[in-house]
């Protein structure tokens, strides 16, 4: 089984400035790993995921994420947000192989101007 | 392509009634999940299915919960004797098996009150 904490509830942050959304995880396993999005009354959108090769993943409105395993962390971070860029963020974990996913409890970014 | 729809997007019911909800999902996926998602926490995995078979359920969904997908296509989740601890936005997703990895296309969510 897989766990996944994330390590800030709430993170505020001005127009401009970076983020970093910190995600630790548990497995006996080798696992994927994955970031989404949501804003309010939405459902959940992919801004990236870590399957294999390159431990610094790209996603899409800028972000990216660093898979650290010796530390067991997926850190998400943006060098510049946007007002758009307020949402709750999720980290989530599956086994490989297998396609449930374990959720963190999120991460609420806010950005002020 | 036009995603995962859920239905309804809002559902207030009165304590004991019963509700019905309906994903179609992605026309291609043969693997559908339904999540619930309670104020400030993340998703919970409730069950999934390949094609029209009920793979797992979790020990969060209770007796009083019902999935199905017949014919592999839609797939609707009925909840009995609704509670207020029900209340929550459920989620419904879809995935191909076969691809390198999973990537899970969500829905936009029922948000279900019950009163």
């Known amino acids: 089984a897989q766990s996944v904490t994330q390590l800030d509830s709430q993170v505020p942050v001005f127009e401009e400035a970076p983020v970093e959304l910190r995600c630790n995880y548990s497995s006996s396993v080798s696992v994927y790993l994955f970031w989404y999005v949501q804003y309010p009354n939405q459902g959940l959108q992919l801004l990236l995921k870590?399957?294999?090769?390159?431990?610094l993943v790209k996603g899409i409105n800028g972000f990216e994420a660093e898979f650290n395993k010796s530390q067991t962390s997926f850190h998400l971070r943006k060098p510049s947000v946007h007002i758009s860029d307020t949402a709750e963020y999720f980290c989530a974990v599956s086994d490989l192989g297998y396609y449930k996913l374990s959720f963190g409890a999120g991460t609420t970014v806010t950005v002020r101007a | 392509d036009t995603g995962v729809s859920q239905n309804p997007r809002h559902k207030i019911t009165k304590r004991g009634q019963n509700v019905t909800f309906r994903c179609d999902p992605i026309s291609e996926h043969n693997r559908l999940y339904w999540y619930r998602q309670t104020l400030g926490q993340g998703p919970e995995f409730l069950t999934y299915f390949q094609n029209e078979a009920q793979l797992e359920k979790s020990r969060l969904l209770s007796d009083r919960f019902s999935a199905e997908r017949p014919k592999g296509s839609f797939s609707t989740l009925e909840i009995q004797r609704t509670e207020q601890g029900d209340s929550a936005m459920y989620l419904c997703a879809s995935s191909f098996m076969g691809q390198g990895g999973t990537e899970a296309f969500f829905g936009q969510g029922t948000r279900l009150t019950v009163v």
């Open positions: 870590y399957l294999s090769g390159s431990t």
